[in-house]
């Protein structure tokens, strides 16, 4: 009776790609989706005013983990805090969450083009990656629209 206890286990194949660049993209999917979501309500809500965009501001500081995310979220808060004096800063804080997060989405996509398509989490990436790009687009389409709004009112007041 022999048990081959000199002998090496075969290691299971699998099928999962484990470059540092495509897990970090992975990873970063999902964080985009969620974001996404948030300066989609963000840019909504923005009218409430800077305190909802220094909200924002915080969770991607805390929930993001990498220096992409912390410097994004310092960038809302500190536009969201200088909205208390002038205040279309606060919409510009709102464009900047989602012009991030739209940014790093291109980055997925980009690296998702070039890697891990044998992968079977490469597909919900992408999905992700893509519905952060849209809800983020929206976002920044609502901000351009409060935008709008808010110079047509201060041209009807300089007029008026």
């Known amino acids: 009776m022999s048990l081959n206890l000199n002998q090496n286990p075969s290691s299971p194949t699998s099928s999962y790609y484990t470059s540092p660049t495509y897990t970090e993209a992975v990873n970063d999917a999902q964080l985009v989706r969620t974001f996404s979501i948030i300066a989609l309500i963000g840019s909504i809500l ?16 805390g929930l993001g983990g990498t220096r992409y995310y912390r410097v994004l979220g310092l960038a809302v808060i500190v536009l969201a805090a ?7 800063l606060r919409i510009i804080a709102s ?7 739209m940014w790093k989405g291109m980055e997925v996509l ?13 597909q919900p990436t992408r999905k992700r990656a893509i519905t952060g790009i849209v809800l ?18 201060i041209f009807m007041r300089t007029q008026g």
């Open 82 to 88: 200088l909205s208390y004096l002038f205040s279309p």
């Open 136 to 153: 983020s687009g929206i976002g920044l389409a609502a901000n351009a629209i409060w935008l709008t709004i808010l110079l047509i009112g």
């Open 46 to 61: 923005i009218f409430i005013g800077g305190a909802v965009a220094i909200g924002v501001g915080v969770a991607v500081m």
């Open 95 to 101: 464009s900047v969450l989602a012009g991030g997060v």
């Open 110 to 122: 980009s690296t998702l083009a070039a890697e891990g398509k044998g992968d079977p989490d490469w």
